[in-house]
């Protein structure tokens, strides 16, 4: 059974950083594209980042890009995404979800199996 368990998020200032962490456990963590999605009250989910686990292959939103950097440790199962200069606006419930195949895009339809959530409030 897939699982994926996100922690890591508070609430924190403008301006200040947070590291979110997904445990994943139930499939062979280098064969998958894993990444970090997000949704605000009353938006759709949006893609954050993803990295491909065969290869470390990167994207970013261009919303995050230049603050966020997104992780993976394949020793150890987890995600990381590393949030810096965080801005009210990155308020949401952070997802980590895995899709099947290397390629890493942002596109949640994708993914098929998500965490679910941990909650990142950024006050001004």
């Known amino acids: 059974e897939v699982q994926l368990v996100e922690s890591g998020g508070a609430l924190v200032q403008a301006g200040g950083s947070l590291r979110l962490s997904c445990a994943a456990s139930?499939?062979?963590?280098?064969?998958?594209?894993i990444g970090w999605f997000r949704q605000a009250p009353g938006k759709e989910r949006e893609g954050v980042s993803c990295?491909?686990?065969?290869?470390?292959?990167?994207h970013y939103a261009d919303s995050v890009k230049d603050r966020f950097a997104i992780s993976s440790d394949n020793a150890k199962d987890t995600l990381y995404l590393q949030m810096n200069s965080l801005k009210p606006e990155d308020t949401a419930v952070y997802y980590c979800?895995?899709?099947?195949?290397?390629?890493?895009?942002?596109?949640?339809?994708?993914?098929?199996?998500w965490g679910q959530g941990t909650q990142v409030t950024v006050s001004s």
């Open positions: 979800a895995v899709k099947r195949g290397s390629v890493c895009q942002l596109l949640d339809y994708e993914y098929d199996y």
């Open positions: 990295i491909s686990s065969s290869d470390l292959t990167t």
């Open positions: 139930g499939f062979t963590f280098a064969d998958y594209a």
